[in-house]
C-alpha cells in the first residue's frame, strides 16, 4: 500500500519574482500553510524543531484560521492527530522536524496505518543540497516509513509543493484510508512559487461492485441456515452502520464485531452478540464457530480473529467485502469476494437478499449467553471486597452518554473496556487495534477531545501502559481539555503477566513493575486533578466530582494483580479451545 516519491516531476508551475496581477507569490512553507487552510484543516499538532521553523513562522501568522496544538513528545502529536482523525472521519495532521523529530512519529505513524487511519504527517528536512551527506538531524524519513504509509513524498522542487499537498490529503482519505508523509526540505520551504489556491483533490475513483459477484453472494445467503455477519473497522470508516443493521435485519442474523469494528452497532441492538475472536464474548464467538456461512465486512480476518486458520474455514462458506483488494484471501481464503467501497455494496445485496426469520439461530445465542456470562463476570475473593475491572467500567459507562468518546491503551484494560463498555454510537471507541501501541491512548484522547470541541473524553489505561506517555497528560493540562483518565492499577504488565500464568508456568519475568508512582502527586504535579481508589464507595464519590470537573483528572485504580481477561482462546487455538475462567 506504501511508496516513496521524488515529487520533483510533479510540479503546478509558477514564477518566484513577484506578485502581478492576480498572481500569488509565496514561499514554500506558507503554501503549505495555505494548503492545509483551504483542505479544511483547523488543528494540527507537533512540537517545532530547526528544520520548520519556516512553518511555525507561518503558523504564527495565521492563528485565526488554523490553531497549532504542541505536544510533550512527537509520538503524542501522532497519536492525537490520528484519535482527531479516528472521532471525526477528517484528515489529522501532525507536525514535526528532522530526524530525531521525523523518527518519533514512527510509531504513530505504523499506528495510523495498521488500523487505516486517515493522516498527513509533515516533516522537515535539512537542505536538498546537504543531503546525503550526515548533516546535522538528517534522516530519510521517507525510506525509514516506507512500509508504513500509503505513500510518501520527498519534495525537491518548490513548483511541486502545492500539488504534492493536495495528492497527499487524496491518497490519505482515497479508498482505504491511511497514513502519508510529506517531507519538505529547508530550501524548499524558503523558495517561492505561485499558489494556485491549494483547493483539494476530488477523491480517486472508487471500483464498482460487479453484478455476477452480488448474486453470488447472495445465493449463498439466501441458502444459508446460519449467517453469521463479522463485521470490522471498515463499516466504522465508511460511515455504514445503518447498512449494517439493514443487512442484519433482513437476513435475522447476528453480528460479531472486531475491535476495530466496535461501534459499527449499538450495544442495544437486539442482534448484536459483542466482539469476537480471541477476547470474544462466548456467544459472539461460538456462533462464529458454529456458522455455515460467515460475511466479513471490512475486516482483516487477523490471526486474533480467527485463531486455527483450518478450524475456522472447517464448517463455513466465507463472504468477504472489502475496499481493500490486497486484504481479500489473503488470511482467508473466500468462497465469494465483493471488493469495493461498502457504502456501494451494501445497498445492492440488501436488495437481492432474501428477508428471513432465524429466531431459533438466534435463540440458540441467548442460551450461550445465560450459561456462560457470570462465570465471566464473577469476581474472585481477593476482588470482591475490593474493586473489579467491571465494577470501574460500569461506573464509568453509567456517567457517560453515548456520545462520549472513549479511548484505550494497550493490554487487559483495553479487552474488557472491548468487552463490557456499552457502545452505541460509531467513532467513539478509539484503540490501537493493529499495531498494539502502548501508550496511543493519552495522545489519542487529546486528539478526539480537540475535535469534538473539548469536550468530555474518557481514557481507560494501565499503570503499564500510562507510563508509555504520560509526560502527554502536560498537553491536557495545558488545553484545559476535560479528560479523565482511568488507570486500571495492578502493579503489573497485566496482559503479559496473564500470558506467563496460562502459557509459561507462572514464570513471571519483568512484569512485576514494583514502581512507586503517586498518581495523585503526578497529577497535581502536571496541574491536573488527582484521586487514587480502592474500593467501589470510594469510587462513586470520586467519578461524581471527575465528571463534575471541567479540568484534566487522573484516576488511580487499584485493582487486583491476578485479575485476568477472560475468555481467552491460547494463539493458535480454536472456539474449544477457548479458556472460561
Known amino acids: 500500500m506504501s511508496s516513496a516519491s521524488d515529487s520533483s516531476g510533479v510540479g503546478a508551475g509558477g514564477n ?41 513562522d507561518e503558523l504564527f501568522s495565521r492563528t485565526s484560521q488554523i490553531t497549532h496544538r504542541i505536544t510533550s513528545h512527537e509520538q503524542g502529536a501522532a497519536h492525537a492527530a490520528d484519535g482527531y482523525a479516528r472521532a471525526t472521519g477528517k ?33 522537515g528536512n535539512v537542505p536538498t543540497n546537504l543531503m546525503g551527506k550526515d548533516s546535522f538531524q538528517e534522516v530519510d524519513i521517507t525510506g525509514i516509513t516506507m512500509p508504513i504509509t500509503k505513500h510518501g513524498f520527498l519534495v525537491k522542487d518548490i513548483n ?6 493536495c495528492e497527499a490529503f487524496r491518497i490519505a482519505r482515497s479508498g482505504r484510508p491511511g497514513p502519508v508523509l510529506i517531507d519538505i526540505p529547508k530550501d524548499v520551504q524558503i523558495a517561492e512559487t505561485e499558489f494556485l489556491g491549494g483547493h483539494p483533490l476530488p477523491d480517486l475513483p472508487r471500483r464498482q461492485p460487479d453484478q455476477s459477484e452480488l448474486q453470488a453472494a447472495a445465493e449463498l445467503i439466501n441458502s444459508s441456515q446460519q449467517p453469521f455477519i463479522y463485521a470490522g473497522g471498515g463499516v466504522v470508516l465508511s460511515d455504514s452502520s445503518d447498512l449494517l443493521c439493514q443487512l442484519a435485519e433482513k437476513l435475522d442474523a447476528p453480528i460479531g464485531l472486531s475491535i476495530m469494528g466496535l461501534t459499527a452497532m449499538s450495544s442495544t441492538h437486539p442482534l448484536y452478540l459483542g466482539m469476537t475472536g480471541m477476547h ?19 475486516v482483516r480476518f487477523s490471526d486474533r480473529a480467527t485463531g486455527n486458520i483450518n478450524s475456522y474455514r472447517e464448517k463455513a462458506k466465507i463472504i468477504h467485502i472489502d475496499i481493500d483488494d490486497a486484504e481479500i484471501d489473503k488470511n482467508v481464503q473466500a468462497d465469494v469476494s465483493l471488493h469495493g467501497d461498502i457504502r456501494d455494496i451494501l445497498p445492492l445485496l440488501i436488495e437481492l437478499v432474501e428477508e428471513r426469520d432465524r429466531r431459533q439461530w438466534l435463540d440458540h445465542a441467548t442460551d450461550i449467553r445465560e450459561a456462560m456470562r457470570d462465570s465471566i463476570l464473577a469476581p474472585s ?12 467500567i460500569n461506573a464509568v459507562r453509567q ?44 495522545g489519542a484522547a487529546i486528539g478526539a477531545s480537540i475535535a469534538k470541541t473539548q469536550t468530555r473524553t474518557v481514557l481507560f489505561t494501565g499503570d503499564g501502559s500510562f507510563h508509555m506517555n504520560l509526560n502527554e497528560l502536560a498537553t491536557a493540562v495545558r488545553y484545559q481539555l476535560p479528560i479523565v483518565v482511568v488507570i486500571l492499577n495492578n502493579g503489573v504488565l497485566g ?13 513471571h519475568s519483568e512484569t512485576t513493575l514494583d514502581r512507586s508512582t503517586d498518581y495523585v502527586k503526578l497529577a497535581e504535579a502536571f496541574g491536573a486533578r488527582g484521586f487514587s481508589v480502592g474500593d467501589a464507595h470510594g469510587l462513586n ?38 479458556i472460561i475462567a
Do not use: K
Not at 26 to 55: C, K, Q, Y
Not at 104 to 115: C, E, F, K, R, S
Not at 280 to 298: F, H, K, S, Y
Open 381 to 392: 475473593e481477593a476482588q470482591a471486597s475490593g474493586l473489579t475491572p467491571y465494577t470501574v
Open 91 to 123: 484528515v489529522g495532521v501532525a507536525m514535526a522536524t528532522s530526524g530525531p523529530g521525523a523518527t518519533n512519529l514512527v510509531t504513530g505513524i505504523a499506528t495510523a496505518y495498521l488500523d487505516s487511519s486517515p493522516v498527513v504527517f509533515i516533516t
Open 399 to 442: 456517567r457517560t452518554d453515548d456520545s462520549t468518546v472513549i479511548a484505550t491503551d494497550v493490554g487487559q484494560h483495553q479487552m474488557w473496556v472491548a468487552q463490557h463498555y456499552a457502545f452505541n454510537q460509531p467513532r467513539t471507541f478509539l484503540t490501537s487495534g493493529g499495531l498494539g501501541a502502548m501508550g496511543f491512548g493519552m
Open 16 to 56: 518566484a519574482s513577484g506578485s502581478a496581477g492576480d498572481t500569488m507569490i509565496l514561499n514554500g512553507a506558507a503554501i503549505t500553510i495555505e494548503t492545509l487552510i483551504a483542505h479544511g484543516v483547523t488543528d494540527v499538532f507537533g512540537i517545532p524543531g530547526g528544520s520548520v521553523l519556516n512553518l511555525y
Open 280 to 298: 470474544g464474548l462466548p456467544e459472539a464467538t461460538q456462533l462464529n464457530a458454529e456458522a455455515d456461512l460467515i460475511i466479513g465486512i471490512g
Open 495 to 507: 496482559m503479559v503477566r496473564q500470558w506467563q500464568t496460562l502459557f509459561y508456568q507462572s514464570r
Open 541 to 578: 464519590e470520586v467519578l461524581d466530582q471527575a465528571f463534575s470537573s471541567s479540568e484534566p483528572v487522573l484516576i488511580d485504580c487499584r485493582i487486583d494483580p491476578d485479575s485476568q481477561v477472560f475468555p481467552i482462546i491460547p494463539p493458535g487455538g480454536s472456539f474449544i479451545d477457548m
Open 160 to 165: 511541486a509543493l502545492e500539488e504534492t499537498i
